[in-house]
């Protein structure tokens, strides 16, 4: 046997079961495709969404191929319906449409309105709120804000827990970005716990998420190589690559397949390969193929429970409130 074979036989791959589009963003599409056809046929003018409908370009320009484009504001509408994206709005934004004539197709996912009810329970307490999640410009982040008419402080760190000013016996409501890493959220509401007497929390990161960090410290811990199919923007690509480097794995990030060189797995010997809650399918399925056509093997696992729709019926249990 020769040696490069016997090294080529050992380089294998496995694909994540959680990984890839979640039942929101899926939700979502299918909401907007459907629309765009019904308009279409009808020759009614074609719907525009109000911000990125999914982090993802790729998804985005398949909209904008069937004439769906993604508007900043409202008044770029053509006037054909205007779409929320599944991250949610301000509310006010959403009325100031209404009244001004448009229609709207509210996609917001059910598991942020959840968070959002929630939200408002914990005020309705008497409790000032923290938000855990990104500091950065994030259209969940901004919808929730408006929930609260800005009511609220955000916190990305346990860190930055003492820099709020409050008084200890004031009382604490904790909600979380749904696609935020529920590890420092977890230490974030652990500090907040040293800091104040009375602390709520309601754990609100979306199950999809928690799911696919799970898999991946259990199941990445055994490749030398982690793959996350992800567009940049998205918190939860970055999330996943953030926690693969922690666990000291090469990471390679990428978009779809055109972004995988060879050269780039000269060191590697096995993969894990995991996608964003907003990478679609077939991105994942040609970057499979790519890393098969390279000459990696599957390790297939027996029991992969996790199927795609067992995960969507999870995510609808959790925005129906019910284990
Ligand atoms: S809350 Fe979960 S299911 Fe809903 S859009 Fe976000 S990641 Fe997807």
Redesign the pocket.
């Known amino acids: 046997m020769n040696m490069d074979y016997r090294i080529r036989a050992k380089r294998t791959f496995e694909v994540a079961a959680t990984g890839g589009v ?4 899926d939700r979502a599409i299918k909401g907007v495709t459907k629309l765009a056809q019904l308009a279409a046929e009808r020759r009614n003018p074609l719907p525009a969404v109000l911000g990125r409908l999914v982090h993802n370009d790729n998804s985005i320009k398949k909209l904008r191929a069937m004439g769906v484009n993604t508007i900043a504001e409202a008044r770029e509408a053509n006037g054909g319906v205007v779409v929320v994206t ?1 991250h949610g709005r301000d509310p006010k934004d959403i009325s100031i449409l209404k009244q001004n004539g448009f229609t709207v197709l509210d996609m917001t ?1 059910p ?2 309105k959840d968070q959002h009810s929630r939200a408002l329970m914990l005020r309705e307490l008497g409790r000032k709120i923290i938000l855990v999640g990104t500091l950065e410009p994030h259209p969940e982040i901004e919808g929730t804000k408006g929930v609260l008419n800005g009511d609220v402080i955000v916190l990305d760190s346990p860190f930055s827990v003492d820099f709020i000013t409050f008084n200890p016996n004031t009382p604490i409501g904790v909600i979380a970005q ?2 935020f890493d529920p590890e420092i959220v977890h230490e974030v509401v652990v500090k907040l716990k040293k800091r104040f007497r009375d602390v709520l929390y309601f754990p609100t990161v ?1 199950n ?2 928690v799911l696919k960090l799970q898999e991946l410290r259990e199941r990445g811990r055994m490749a030398d190589t982690v793959i996350v199919v992800s567009d940049q923007g998205s918190a939860n690509g970055r999330h996943l690559a953030e926690t693969a480097r922690r666990m000291a794995k090469t990471v390679i990030f990428i978009l779809d397949h055109h972004e995988l060189t060879p050269d780039m797995l000269l060191e590697t010997r096995r993969i894990f390969v995991t996608a964003a ?1 907003s990478t679609l399918d077939p991105d994942i399925e040609d970057v499979v193929q790519k890393i098969r056509n390279l000459g990696w093997k599957e390790r297939k696992r027996k029991n992969k429970i996790l199927t795609k729709e067992k995960r969507a019926q999870a ?1 609808a249990r959790q925005a129906a409130g019910r284990p």
């Not at 979640?22 to 963003?25: M, Q, S």
């Open positions: 979640c039942w929101g963003v599944a996912c598991i942020v749904t696609t979306c999809d998420i809650a995510s």
